[in-house]
């Protein structure tokens, strides 16, 4: 093991040693470079949020939906948890690339849910096997908290949010110009505080987080002139979001000094 994978090793053995589980997967240009527990199980939370955008643009590439068709929002659409949608009064249009932009740069549960209507359940989890996603689902919609007894949860599997973020990167999940709007979004994070935690001003960047009772992720790229590093971090058992999420920097910044792509 070289001195950089001890490095991150011993970080996962540090955040694991309260209790708590951390699923990670790094791969760079396509080439996974290190994992830990990245075949496992866990709750996505708003990860997911990325498959869900794979798929609608993958129907904006059928000509099935389009990016500038209105979405008028409903009271009945409101959802719970994060974002700005579900304090505003209803009745208001917004066009399905503005929904994409709310659901992917806050986090927006009511636009989530929107989009799985229009996208469909079920076109979201065949995209997700599709691009190699065999362990990950999408259970249900948006609801701000875990899963209660009756309903399925989103799960993600590190290696599989690999492929995905890997697939959007190389330009294959959909068409070249939909992956490149699709990284554009993820660019839109407005979470600095795990991935990019300690990523340099300017960095060309993009993920999404998801955060849930005693779940805390964060996946994403980061791309410099050496190429470019894809990194899953999934955990679950922190007691505090602060903790995770000074975790997830620290192995953030291991994982790309193990990658070459940050100094």
């Avoid at 609801?143 to 995905?164: K, S, T, W």
């Avoid at 294959?172 to 935690?197: F, H, I, K, V, Y």
Wanted: hydrophobic residues 50%.
């Amino acid at each position: 093991m070289t001195q950089t994978e001890t490095a991150l090793a011993d970080l996962l053995r540090k955040g694991e040693a309260g209790g708590a589980r951390i699923g990670l997967a790094l791969s760079l240009d396509g080439k996974m470079l290190f994992a830990h527990r990245a075949d496992e199980r866990f709750i996505s939370a708003s990860v997911v949020k990325i498959a869900i955008m794979a798929e609608v643009f993958r129907a904006a590439d059928a000509g099935v939906l389009r990016l500038d068709q209105p979405v008028t929002v409903t009271a009945d659409m409101m959802a719970p948890g994060s974002g700005i949608m579900n304090h505003l009064a209803p009745g208001y249009t917004l066009q399905l690339r503005d929904v994409l932009y709310l659901m992917m740069s806050i986090s927006d549960n009511t636009a989530t849910n929107i989009l799985i209507d229009m996208a469909g359940m079920d076109r979201i989890n065949a995209t997700m096997q599709a691009l190699g996603m065999s362990g990950s689902v999408l259970g249900r919609k948006m609801r701000g908290r875990r899963a209660i007894a009756g309903e399925a949860e989103n799960i993600a599997v590190p290696a599989d949010y690999d492929r995905l973020i890997g697939a959007i990167v190389n330009g294959t999940a959909a068409s070249a110009p939909a992956c490149a709007e699709m990284m554009d979004l993820l660019r839109g994070q407005q979470n600095e505080r795990r991935l990019a935690r300690f990523l340099p001003k300017g960095a060309d960047w993009g993920s999404k987080t998801g955060t849930v009772e005693g779940v805390v992720n964060d996946a994403g790229f980061l791309r410099t002139a050496k190429g470019t590093a894809v990194l899953s971090m999934f955990t679950e058992g922190f007691e505090r979001m602060v903790d995770a999420e000074a975790v997830l920097g620290d192995l953030a910044q291991a994982a790309f000094r193990l990658a070459c792509v940050l100094d």
